[in-house]
């Protein structure tokens, strides 16, 4: 067999080079381990992996059998046959057996000649040289098949002999190739010129542009700090000077409780030893034997009288409710302070989060600007990959590995599963939806504006209704929280996930029907 033959039978038909690591499938055809494993892995999906050249499938990943047999044959092939490789540009005309790189081309005889070949080239003036070239007849007019020679300035075009003389081109003005090129580079060297001139003033503005907004954005990052830290200076005050309020308030009216008790204490005394009087009064009438003396003695009943009404009263009992009632006062105060300071400061600005189509299931429309996923009966015809959903979900193209982050999203009439996930998730299965695995974490609606959450397939259902479009979710990667959030007034606290994450986080939404459109993305200091 022939050299070019052989090699024609030891190319890949996938990647068009000769083998590397060639393997079998079970049909009985080669090809590059890497090459294989591509097209399985990109081709693959809904059980089947196809063959590329006889397109027979197989229901699952077929083994890969690498043939020691044509590794041999390749092996010995490259080795005698080096040059082979190393020849990548135009080859000698006349060197059949063997090719041989070219070293000038001849317009007249429409060949590529080696330095052998060349030695024996005519050297008549109607063979002209130039440097290798693979498409000759393009130096040839198409009309008188002579070497283009000249350039028509009216009609833009390159001529030959004929054409001026005798062709469509007579009585035109003409200028020689290499005059009409040096014209053109000249031409082309003053735009050059000019496009560089704007060039240099196009990145002297972008330069300005960026560094203004630079100085403008560390302006209002050091306003905001001064404006926050003033702020906390004050809460700092007001905290402390309503602390030592309480605590005086608590001590004075410890204080007047304690008189109050005291003098209670006292008069109790008093009308304990008066009563003790009495009580011996009454024995020594109950054991005189006399009933004489015993009749003519006050009558003991009006020492029995019932007391006056308010005689025990100690007149400060409710002393400590007032405290508590002061204590809880102060505590809703703070309490309501804090959410306001949580749900207004967020010190930088929101960043975009995108959603990375590639992931999107075919059931999903992408909107344009990459933030909005809507549910569809039309089926899209985006092709069948690893990284896509199979049911009705897509997440970001961004993750997250460290850090404090938040994202918004609004919901349109959907039934939506919003949270985060990690990129080693499931994409084909129905375990795969967001919170029915160990690898997401979601926020899902039941029905009657009810929703619940869920990890791991375990259900944490949310007791009150939701009455807002609006969610927030927040990571706080380092901590291994998850917190989502109904955008409410005052803005609500739902539920926070607590984790070790051990993989970047994806933002995540599923969608049933309707729209739901991420908002943005910000790091944040407080939530």
């Not at 006349?94 to 070293?103: D, E, G, N, Q, R």
């Not at 000249?150 to 003389?165: G, K, N, R």
């Not at 308030?249 to 008066?274: A, G, N, P, Y």
Request: net charge neutral; aromatic share 6%; glycine share 4%.
């Amino acid at each position: 067999m022939a050299s070019a033959d052989l090699r024609r039978e030891l190319l890949c038909s996938i990647c068009k080079d000769i083998y590397k690591d060639p393997v079998t499938l079970r049909c009985g055809h080669n090809f590059c381990w890497v090459c294989i494993e591509r097209v399985l892995d990109t081709e693959g999906g809904y059980g089947k992996y196809p063959c590329p050249e006889c397109r027979a499938t197989f229901q699952k990943w077929p083994p890969l059998q690498k043939n020691i047999t044509l590794c041999n044959v390749v092996e010995n092939f490259v080795s005698t046959h080096p040059h082979q490789e190393e020849i990548t540009g135009i080859r000698c005309t006349y060197c059949i057996k063997s090719p041989v790189p070219a070293v000038r081309s001849c317009l007249h005889c429409e060949a590529s000649l080696c330095n052998n070949h060349l030695k024996v080239h005519s050297k008549g003036p109607e063979h002209v040289l130039t440097d290798p070239m693979t498409s000759l007849e393009t130096k040839k007019c198409s009309v008188h098949k002579k070497i283009l020679e000249y350039y028509c300035t009216e009609d833009d075009a390159c001529i030959c002999v004929s054409c001026s003389l005798v062709g469509e081109h007579r009585g035109h003005q003409v200028e020689t190739l290499d005059e009409a090129s040096e014209k053109k580079k000249k031409k082309m060297t003053n735009c050059l010129k000019k496009l560089s001139t704007k060039r240099k003033k196009t990145e002297e503005r972008i330069q300005w542009t960026l560094g203004e907004k630079l100085k403008k954005a560390q302006e209002k990052a050091a306003g905001e700090a001064e404006r926050v830290t003033a702020l906390f200076i004050d809460i700092r005050r007001w905290v402390d000077d309503l602390e030592k309020k309480v605590l005086s308030e608590i001590s004075r009216r410890e204080k007047d409780m304690s008189l109050s008790l005291s003098d209670v204490i006292q008069k109790l005394e008093i009308k304990k030893d008066e009563l003790s009087r009495k009580m011996r009064h009454i024995e020594e009438l109950c054991n005189m034997t006399d009933p004489l003396t015993v009749l003519q003695k006050p009558d003991p009943s009006d020492l029995c009288d019932p007391e006056k009404k308010g005689d025990e009263d100690t007149g400060g009992h409710d002393g400590g409710d007032r405290c508590a009632e002061l204590i809880s006062h102060v505590s809703h105060t703070l309490s309501a302070m804090i959410r306001d300071i949580n749900v207004t400061f967020h010190v930088q600005d929101p960043v975009d989060i995108l959603l990375d189509v590639n992931t999107a299931a075919n059931n999903l429309l992408i909107s344009e600007d990459l933030k909005t996923a809507t549910w569809t009966e039309i089926r899209q015809s985006r092709p069948v990959t690893a990284e896509r959903f199979q049911y009705n979900q897509v997440m970001s193209g961004r993750r997250f590995t460290s850090g404090r982050h938040y994202w918004d999203v609004d919901i349109s009439g959907s039934v939506l599963w919003v949270g985060m996930c990690y990129p080693s998730i499931d994409r084909r299965r129905r375990q795969s939806r967001i919170g029915d695995n160990n690898k997401s974490w979601g926020l899902y609606g039941v029905c009657n504006n009810l929703y619940c959450l869920k990890h791991d397939s375990k259900v944490i259902p949310l007791p009150h209704q939701i009455s807002s479009d609006r969610f927030r979710i927040c990571l706080d990667y380092e901590a291994g929280q998850l917190s989502f959030y109904e955008l409410c007034d005052p803005i609500r606290h739902l539920h926070t996930f607590t984790a070790a994450f051990s993989e970047p986080l994806h933002a995540a939404l599923s969608v049933y029907k309707g729209s739901i459109m991420i908002s943005g993305a910000a790091v944040r200091n407080d939530m």
